[in-house]
């Protein structure tokens, strides 16, 4: 029990409270609730609504303000900020890159959807329940407009704020509203807008102020946020000309206005402003943050004093080790040699940072930074082994070890140590790099390949060289060292990795997967089992491995009996195995690769020379390497004098030359390949280039006519006459950019004529002369499905297939349509007594009445059936039944890799003896067969049929009617008209 004594002070005390505290009621919100009730409250006459039938008097008032508070405002924000701290913890920060303006985001605010429903669900019983004189309720509206921001219901936020900035909005001494902004309400300054705050000293101690000013700022961010900058940046400005707008919340404008400036990108505006607003940050932590981000703004423009004053802020203010090494990092970047600074004084500052133990964990970072500023002061040597430090010290950042990587490459690779660069770079885990990135990383790889294959062979044939020059024992004993070391790897592997499938036949991974597709090629973007390449990889695989194994159970037990194929491979493939484990390495077979006789040394010799020019060609083209291709040239010259690569070198040293500003070693290389090579065409493209391009274009244009041609020969079906014709043509122009096509072609000629050999070799041919091409990837599907063509052929001949009949072709029969028949009259037609009948007409002849009379017109034998079934019919004219089949099985190609979940029929029919038809059957409709058009068509010439000629196929759309009515009229051209009326410009 309270005592006496206690109740005599508390009592006044309450009352004191009750009378002392100014009531800052609402009356402005209107208690007819009826329309916004919750079904909860339906029946129920609320506090809300008894708000005008009672005075508010000092005890009402002081229990009003103490429910709403405590019951219903305190716990809406505390769970605002338990949100609001959630996502703060989910976000991380990446230093290197351009902070966001805040360190949360309103999709991880709006993963917390059931803690905002709970906060809105608060602040409507609190609305409800209450008394709307009380002095919380624009505390509340605020936490609603607020939950609505947060849980990315931009639109709802949108009506809260605005809401409040009219609801709570002073009225006038008779309870009208007044105009905000205008002349007569606000002494004749237009610019008023926001609530004044006059508080005495007890205000400030024991309530807030009014939520309406700050309203007006979340207003501001809600419209950035809606990327409505416009009207943000004019709402800015109006509230930054209101004399009232109170000083409490000008770091909160500030804010605004720098996110405006942020939004925009205009970094120096956007850091002034975000300066002015450090104290609207929440803690001490977040203003260093704003710090950190002032430096990035600043520094991205071009302040660099005042990037660097900003960093130094945020490395003094930080709690966050992570921030406070970034941050003296970016600090350490700014200083410049250049500018008076010493580097290397703030290098050892940082190497002294690496060794104390508080910044261990962040080691590979300092490391990483000291190798970018000695890489960018050209120190490449010391930013080697900084970089190294960095690689050995990164535990647990895969990032920044892919970043080091990265840098470590491009240290090689500005020091021309290529085959460093190539391997720091096959480090780099590519999906951690900036997409900014990687494209010239893409190319540099590419290149480094070409490049380091080369220096591979020419250091192993200089060591093969100089063994063989080596004395004859001496060389022995260095043999025999190495064949020891050979004979303990091979006992050290045979130990390690048995022979695979010998133990534990049950645990093999491959044991069990089903057979794929004898046709098959694939797309490596999909899933296993429906990326055509990878299933048949794995089935050559498995049959490699384990031979025709049969699908039945204990297959090892019943091998030898069952499958006698399977029994005489395995056989075979165990008398091999043994052989090999038989023979054993020996001296004689070590010096066989020594090229010791005149003719391998020989060998040798032109494999370092062709190696050395493609070395040199790679730099000067594609890397722009122009004094590392000379020097590979000029080695040429001296080592390999009058080889027939002699004048190309010459030519292409005399280009590096150009472009090094060496013209006395240029008019040298020239007058020498004038000497030595007069007639050659590289002495005439280094004496008059323009006159041997206009050579070449003439040229160009008749093998392009000539192969254009053979072209044609080849789809016709001549055969014979176009083999011979490339033969001819081969000779007298070399290879053109037809060549590709033309081999692809030919191929399909040797396969039609069962010559698989003569087509592998032809497919083989394409593949290494062209190997960028696109059609270079589908070589090796068709060249395997041709090795193992017997196979197949078997395979396919003891299937039982219900064939169709030999009329199959011509599509089942549809029930004809009406509109093939005569149509009736029309009922226009037969009203003869029209006023407009007896209108004079000049006379005419009856010969030319009968002449102009309108007959039916053949497209009237179409119609347009939009949600019918569809066809996607391919024309081919003037192309041999063997590239018409080549198109089909393309297609089925194209189908089962891109439509492998839905059934596509691809028959054949002939409209006549030069027009062929490749149909598709499985379009729901028109808009189906539309959309496949469009995307076979941006594929058809580069990946589904690349050796086809555009001239001699299109795509159309048919119905199913229509295409009965177009096989039985033969009018291809009548169904092309028909489509031009209904989809001009298409077809």
Not at 13 to 24: A, Q, R, T
Not at 190 to 195: D, G, N
Not at 606 to 627: F, H, K, P
Request: hydrophobic share 35%.
């Amino acid at each position: 029990m309270i005592k006496i004594q206690v109740l005599k002070y508390l009592v006044p005390f309450i009352i004191y409270l009750s009378c002392g505290i100014p009531g800052m009621g609402q009356p402005t919100l209107d208690p007819d609730l009826q329309k916004q009730k919750p079904k909860k409250y339906e029946n129920r006459i609320l506090r809300a609504e008894k708000t005008g039938e009672k005075k508010f008097t000092a005890p009402r008032r002081f229990f009003q303000n103490t429910y709403t508070h405590y019951n219903y405002v305190f716990n809406a924000e505390t769970k605002l900020t338990q949100v609001l701290e959630s996502a703060k913890l989910q976000h991380v920060e990446r230093y290197s890159m351009l902070l966001p303006f805040y360190n949360y985001t309103l999709e991880a605010t709006a993963a917390q959807k059931t803690e905002l429903d709970s906060v809105i669900y608060k602040v409507n019983a609190g609305v409800f329940l209450h008394d709307l004189r009380s002095n919380w309720m624009d505390n509340l509206y605020l936490a609603m407009g607020q939950a609505y921001f947060f849980r990315n219901t931009l639109d709802s936020a949108f009506m809260t704020f605005q809401y409040m900035n009219y609801a709570f909005h002073p009225k006038d001494p008779d309870g009208y509203d007044r105009i905000i902004a205008s002349n007569s309400t606000e002494g004749g300054n237009a610019m008023k807008v926001s609530t004044q705050e006059k508080r005495n000293l007890l205000d400030k101690a024991v309530s807030r102020p009014p939520s309406r000013n700050d309203a007006l700022i979340w207003l501001i961010r809600t419209h950035l946020e809606r990327n409505e900058t416009a009207t943000a940046a004019t709402l800015i400005e109006t509230i930054r000309n209101d004399p009232q707008f109170p000083v409490r919340l000008h770091p909160q404008l500030e804010e605004m206005q720098a996110l405006y400036y942020y939004k925009l990108k205009q970094y120096d505006s956007a850091a002034t402003y975000l300066g002015k607003a450090l104290p609207a940050a929440t803690n001490k932590q977040e203003e260093a943050r704003w710090e950190f981000l002032m430096g990035q703004l600043f520094k991205k423009a071009g302040s660099l004093e005042k990037s660097r004053q900003a960093f130094e802020l945020a490395a003094r203010h930080t709690l966050n080790p992570v921030m406070e090494v970034a941050a003296q990092l970016e600090v350490a970047q700014l200083l410049d040699g250049k500018d008076g600074r010493n580097w290397q004084t703030v290098i050892q500052t940082l190497e002294k940072m690496a060794k104390r133990e508080k910044y261990a964990s962040y080691r590979d970072l300092i490391y990483y930074t000291i190798g970018q500023i000695e890489t960018r002061n050209e120190a490449y040597p010391q930013a080697h082994q900084h970089l190294l430090k960095s690689i050995k010290n990164s535990i647990e950042n895969p990032e920044q070890k892919a970043r080091t990587w990265l840098l470590l490459g491009d240290v090689a690779f500005i020091q021309k140590q290529y085959q460093p660069a190539k391997a720091y770079y096959d480090s780099v885990e590519t999906n951690l790099i900036d997409e900014s990135e990687l494209v010239q990383l893409g190319l540099r790889k590419e290149l480094l390949s070409i490049v380091v294959a080369q220096l591979e062979i020419i250091h192993r044939q200089d060591s093969l060289q100089a063994l063989a020059a080596m004395p004859e024992e001496e060389r022995n004993d260095i043999l025999r060292k190495k064949l020891r070391q050979l004979k303990k790897q091979q006992n050290a592997l045979a130990n390690v990795n048995p022979v695979p499938g010998s133990n534990f036949p049950g645990f093999n991974s491959q044991a069990n997967q089903p057979p794929t597709d004898l046709f098959a090629s694939g797309n490596t973007s999909e899933f296993y089992f429906y990326n055509n390449t990878l299933k048949s990889r794995g089935y050559n695989d498995f049959r490699n491995k384990w031979g025709n194994r049969p699908n039945t159970d204990n297959w090892r037990r019943s091998s030898n009996q069952s499958n006698p194929v399977f029994s005489k491979e395995q056989s075979k493939t165990k008398l091999s195995t043994d052989a090999e484990n038989e023979e054993e390495l020996n001296l004689d077979q070590l010096l066989e690769n020594i090229p010791l006789s005149p003719e391998k040394l020989q060998i040798s010799q032109d494999s370092v020379a062709q190696s050395r020019y493609m070395i040199g060609i790679t730099l000067q083209n594609r890397l722009e390497d122009y004094a590392g291709a000379a020097s590979q040239y000029e080695w040429l010259l001296e080592n390999y004098q009058g080889s027939q690569m002699e004048a190309d070198i010459l030519y292409n040293l005399a280009i590096c030359y150009r472009m090094l500003g060496k013209s006395v070693e240029l008019a040298a290389t020239n007058k020498r390949l004038g000497e030595q090579f007069p007639n050659s065409r590289q002495a005439r493209l280094a004496h008059d280039p323009l006159a041997v391009q206009a050579e070449d274009s003439l040229q160009d244009k008749k093998a392009t006519a000539a192969y254009d041609k053979i072209y044609d020969q080849f789809l016709s079906g001549k055969f014979q006459q176009a083999v011979d014709a490339k033969r001819a043509a081969d000779s007298m122009y070399g290879p053109n950019h037809w060549t590709p096509q033309l081999l692809y072609i030919e191929s399909v000629y040797h396969i039609k004529e069962k010559n698989d050999s003569v087509a592998i070799g032809t497919l083989e041919q394409l593949k290494r002369q062209f190997p960028e091409h696109p059609m270079s990837s589908k070589v090796n599907t068709m060249i395997d499905v041709l090795r193992r063509r017997a196979e197949i052929e078997n395979y396919l001949t003891n299937l039982e297939v219900e064939r169709q009949p030999e009329d199959s072709t011509r599509f089942q029969a549809i029930p004809k349509i009406e509109a093939v028949k005569e149509p009736e009259p029309r009922e226009t037609r037969a009203a003869t007594a029209r006023p407009l009948a007896k209108i004079d007409q000049p006379k005419t002849d009856s010969s030319r009445l009968k002449k102009e009379a309108p007959k039916l017109p053949v497209t009237n034998l179409f119609s347009r059936h939009a949600e019918q079934a569809h066809f996607v019919v391919i024309v081919l004219t003037n192309v041999d039944p063997v590239y018409v089949n080549e198109t089909k099985n393309a297609f089925d190609r194209y189908h089962r890799e891109k439509y492998y979940n839905q059934p596509m029929n691809v028959t054949i029919t002939s409209l006549s003896d030069t027009v062929k038809l490749v149909s598709i059957r499985g379009m729901a409709n028109e808009a189906a067969a539309m959309d496949y058009i469009e995307r076979a068509k941006a594929l058809a010439e580069k990946d589904i049929i690349p050796w086809m000629k555009k001239e001699n196929y299109y795509f159309m759309p048919v119905a199913e009617d229509n295409l009965n009515l177009l096989l039985d009229s033969s009018n291809l051209p009548a169904y092309r008209s028909f489509l031009q009326q209904i989809f001009p410009n298409q077809f």
